[in-house]
């Protein structure tokens, strides 16, 4: 599903937070030979994988909440369940760190729902958060965002078949 977004726009260069050791990275590499990808993870010991699965690769251990690289530095800001990690009090904060670093536009693998209250049963019950990405990535200033929800035939079980979904927006032009 991940590729499948990606396919929709054109694109050079990507940066994944919360890569783990990259296996998206790897699947992006095979599907797009020609493009740049880099990444982040809190985990020093994925990111050390990582950059022996990419000979020469770029991989920083960093949080998602403070980014070190520049304004509009790249295409693409790709996060795959990273941010279900990140608590209701900084997620404001790491939407924003997200539309700052990215060009063009967010693709977001994550737990997406309308209901507040239903959100915040979920985080009682799994200790994963969900949000309105929706609502977030507008008040962030991106724009045209597109919300898919993967179904069962991607991925089976709760809570991806209940909360998961492909969300993709567009990055305000500076």
Same mark, same amino acid.
């Given at each position: 599903l991940i590729v499948w977004a990606l396919q929709s726009f054109n694109w050079v260069s990507l940066w994944e937070v919360g890569m783990g050791p990259g296996p998206n990275l790897v699947r992006i590499v095979r599907e797009f030979p020609n493009k740049q990808v880099v990444g982040s993870d809190i985990n020093p010991e994925a990111i050390e994988l990582a950059k022996q699965t990419f000979n020469g690769g770029i991989f920083h251990v960093e949080s998602t909440e403070d980014i070190l690289l520049s304004d509009k530095s790249v295409d693409v800001i790709l996060s795959d369940a990273s941010l279900i990690y990140i608590g209701p009090t900084k997620i404001k904060n790491t939407i924003a760190e997200l539309v700052r670093v990215a060009r063009n536009r967010i693709v977001l693998c994550e737990f997406h729902g309308k209901s507040s209250w239903k959100r915040f049963l979920l985080r009682l019950k799994t200790g994963y958060n969900a949000y309105n990405y929706k609502n977030l990535l507008e008040e962030a200033g991106?724009?045209?965002?597109?919300?898919?929800?993967? +179904?069962?035939?991607f991925w089976q079980?709760?809570?991806?078949? +209940?909360?998961?979904?492909?969300?993709?927006a567009k990055i305000p032009k500076a």
């Open positions: 991106c724009y045209d965002v597109q919300i898919i929800k993967i +179904t069962d035939e079980g709760f809570p991806w078949s +209940t909360w998961g979904h492909i969300i993709v």
